[in-house]
């Protein structure tokens, strides 16, 4: 069962996930290093492989707001982390859509550092606290994104699609 | 039932008679705009490209723009290999709007793609930027994309899968006082609706208030709808978009403006009286920590930043340099002045702004991005505080967690050079 590994408040900004100093920093294999790189201790844990892969950071409303980096994504999805938000700003919504790190839109979350998770298609469950909690389903367009594995799989089939129609 | 102005940019670029909130289109693509982060664009396309026998080909080169802005002249090598690997994808694609660290050409993305007239009302246009919400101010439905999702656009032309967004109407009624900017009134907006107040929607902007100012204050306000969460933040095109696009942006060709109608539905109307506007600031560390100055009078400063694709306009160097001349800014305090463009830069040697703002002790930068996203030209120290007239103040923006960041107007800011305490413009 995935632990919450780090629980947030609301607006976190793409620049508390990766902040702008690392961005000419663009490769997926090297941005994993500065994920949340200014809570040090955090990171830490990540960078030393002490965060479990499909472990949990828990938030607010407005998670990604700000820059439309795709490095926030990026080096999120390199430790292989599930996001569970109250909200998320769109592009960060967007990009971690396209790069297929797992977010998913849960307006009442309530859980702490430490809380067992299990997330399900369509509710979250606390298994410390027992608690439910509905997940709000990613609208359809976006959904088509997830199924094909990416955006770059989605765009490369529309592209050979286009080929073969043109 | 009548159509917002976005439903109307994305029934035109998706060649359908009318759309409704919520329909999945996939608009045609105007202009696709990125600056450095072009170099993961181009990774992103190629990696498209992989396993299909094409030969990447970006649909229309005519349409993409690259501009250097973010860390120029590059910080690090490896700022400046991947500006050098965007540049030979530039010539090997035969990119149009390219625009290199050159003082006859350059500028921040945000202020070179308005003055070169590459922003058309009614346009469809992307960025791999949050702050593409600029070109709003043109009539244009602008909006910030990924890297991955712009490589889907170089290749297609396109944008796949958007929902047709929701929007909210902003009434602006009376006209702004003196010293009282468009900054002042975007920022009074963000903080009465939140950071998250417009997320996943589009402001549009109406109103008398709105109709007196020229563009570029409208830029400002365009700027930073996506502070409030927004996708984009439209100004219908009136005879002032013609006025600036032919007599500044050079523009000959016709054009071909799209306006809501009068019926529109809208999620929700706002009303905001310019008149009794005051200047704002917004405090550390959240855009929408918004007070009215007199809540932050007094406060220290350390750094003043006039600049950035926000506030580094020909109109905001003016007021600057109008406060400045013959003084001079506070001992202690450091004063670092960004002009959003060479081509402004230029306009304000000419005026004698630079000059006075120069003689007053200001530090006259080169056009970009500067400090505002903490690379380098200006990080902070531990237990500073600055006072910027960039768009955002999130903890560690600078370049410093421990330090914080004010945002303000170009009047409140140089009003306060003067003293090295947050200081009113008006007095």
Redesign the interface.
Known sequence: MPNVVLALG??I?T??IY???Y?????PTETPQFAFA?LTEFNARLTQQAVPPGSVVVAG??FG???????A?SALKGHELVVVAK?F???FL??AI??GLRTVICPSIAASEGDELEVGPSEVVNRTTGLHFPIVPL????Q??VNAG???P???K???A??VAG | MGQTIVQKILARASARPTVAVGDVVEPAVDLAMSHENGALVINQFLEIYQRTGLEPRVWDPARIAIIFDHRVPAESAKTATNQKRIREFVRAQAIAKFHDIRGDQGGICHQILPENGYVRPGAVVVGTDSHTTTHGALGAFAFGIGATEMAAVWALGKVLNVEVPATIKVVVRGQLPPRVQSKDLILHLIGRITAEGANFKVLEFHGDGIRAMPTSSRLTISNMAVEAGATAGIVPADEETVRYLREEAGVTDALDPVAPDPDATYDQVIEIDAASLGPHVARPHMVDNVAPIADTLGTKVDQIVIGSCTNGRLEDLAIAAEILKGRRVADGVRMLVFPASWKIYREALDRGHLAALADAGAVIMNPGCGCCLGVHQGALGDGEVALSTTNRNFLGRMGNPKAEVYLCSPAVAAASALTGTISDPRK
């Open positions: 609301d607006d900004s620049d508390a902040p702008g100093r961005m000419a920093t663009v490769l200014d409303q407005n707001c700000g820059s439309s980096r795709e490095q994504a909200g700003a769109r592009i967007q990009n396209n790069l609208p359809e367009a976006r088509a994104i990416g955006l770059i989605y765009a490369r529309k592209l050979l286009r080929t």
